[in-house]
């Protein structure tokens, strides 16, 4: 039986992951693109469905490639939100520490729909909290990111090295080696998907040279080679970071990094501030990806990534809103937004285009994520888009669309299609009660930070 077939007509804009296209429009097939259509041109043969795209700008899903879901239970709190990372985590530690099944279930729940509504159709998720209780936690997001209908890259984070071992993590926070080798291959062999069109790849992401031992940053990388699955890890966010690195392994972030076998294309790196000059080409060479991060950088003042320099070198650069803690948003199309901003006052306005900022949150995410599939509105790729229409105020009197999405500011998708199929649908999720999830969320946020 032949998959239905779905025209998406005559898009007022079209971007594929690198520029913008005149198009008349993208034809699907179950949950992969099978025409891209020239200006004038018309399916080869007829289509069950047909969209009217006129007032819709069309733009690969959107990928987010970094984040912490549980943060979403405290953001904007008093206590850190004029503090840099280093004092901001050691005063959020205690608090995390309480996180519990149900709670972490309602914050990645609403960071997802949170995404999703920003046109993201594709995540990864950084998450290193395993205190007692918490042992699943792993398995408590692949539901949540079944229920929301989204792909993402779930990366089994840890944290082994606590404060009475040097470490900046309070002892309730860390597992032993075992533990989370052990978990990690329970979570690779029973989540992974490896094909076209997953919609679930787990990746292994220890924490931070701070909050980690160099053994577990080596056999992570080794397990992850076996089992062919990519490594994450924060590197080079603070100066702090690299003082603590100089201090305890008398090695600068990337000669740590290599010392333990992570300088490979298998990596992505959160942040990746600051380099030297001879530290990005080693980077470039190797291949490894930067996810960039510009509101969190920005947020904890920790400085600005060298994105331009980088992809120079050879690196990969996308774009990953961080934890809800220190953006205090999911929204990636906002992150876009900032990224251009920022990127701007280091490269100025001829280099930094919207098409280039665009690209690293498609079709860069998508090489970060070691993903063929996704990223380009292309024949073969996934059905995967985020339509955005121009009809609120802060379009009126715009006259580029697609340009229009990142300078006036667009932070939510009218629609959005995972898979062949629709998730949102006139700016709201289908299935999804979301007034009855903020509830649960606003209850768990509050009884997280009274316990």
Not at 190 to 218: K, Q, W
């Amino acid at each position: 039986m032949m998959a239905e077939r779905l025209w998406i007509k005559q898009p007022l804009a079209c971007f594929d992951g690198t520029q913008h296209i005149e198009s008349n429009g993208i034809v699907i097939e179950g949950n992969t693109i099978v025409e891209v259509l020239a200006a004038q041109q018309l399916p080869s043969r007829p289509c069950e469905k047909v969209f009217d795209a006129r007032q819709h700008v069309v733009l690969p899903g959107l990928i987010n490639t970094h984040h912490h879901f549980y943060q979403t239970l405290t953001r904007a709190w008093g206590p850190v939100i004029n503090q840099p990372l280093f004092p901001w985590l050691q005063t959020l530690y205690p608090v995390w520490a309480k996180l519990t099944p149900q709670a972490l279930r309602v914050a990645s729940e609403v960071a997802l729909a949170e995404l999703l509504l920003s046109g993201c159709t594709t995540t990864s998720d950084h998450h290193y909290l395993f205190p007692v209780g918490m042992e699943e936690a792993i398995d408590i997001q692949v539901a949540a990111v079944n229920h929301l209908g989204m792909r993402a890259t779930l990366s089994r984070g840890s944290m082994s090295l606590g404060e009475k071992s040097g470490g900046l993590p309070p002892e309730e926070t860390v597992q032993a080696a075992e533990t989370i080798l052990h978990d990690s291959q329970r979570l690779i062999d029973r989540y992974h998907d490896s094909r076209e069109g997953a919609m679930i790849n787990i990746a292994l992401a220890p924490c931070s040279p701070f909050s980690v031992t160099p053994e577990i940053m080596r056999e992570s990388a080794m397990l992850a080679k076996e089992k062919g699955v990519r490594l994450h890890t924060h590197l080079a966010e603070t100066l702090d970071e690299e003082a603590f690195c100089l201090q305890r392994f008398g090695l600068r972030t990337v000669d740590y990094l290599e010392s333990v076998g992570w300088l490979s294309q298998r990596t992505w790196l959160a942040h990746g501030i600051h380099f030297n000059d001879e530290e990005i080409s080693r980077l470039g060479k190797e291949g490894v990806a930067i996810s960039h991060c510009p509101v969190s950088n920005m947020r904890l003042a920790s400085g600005i990534c060298r994105t331009l320099d980088l992809l120079d070198a050879g690196a990969t650069i996308s774009l990953g809103v961080d934890g809800s803690a220190s953006n205090d948003a999911s929204n990636m199309m906002y992150e876009a937004r900032q990224a251009l901003y920022l990127q701007r006052l280091r490269y100025g306005t001829q280099t930094i285009t919207p098409e280039l900022v665009l690209g690293w949150a498609t079709r860069g995410g998508a090489k970060t994520l070691g993903r063929t599939d996704i990223g380009e509105i292309k024949v073969g790729k996934q059905a995967d888009f985020a339509l955005f229409t121009l009809e609120d105020i802060r379009f009126s009197g715009s006259h580029d669309p697609l340009a229009a999405l990142l300078l006036c500011g667009a932070d939510r998708a009218d629609r959005v299609m995972v898979a062949g199929k629709w998730r949102v649908i006139e700016g709201e999720i289908v299935n999804i009660d979301l007034p009855a999830l903020l509830n649960h969320h606003r209850a768990a946020a509050k009884n997280l930070i009274n316990l």
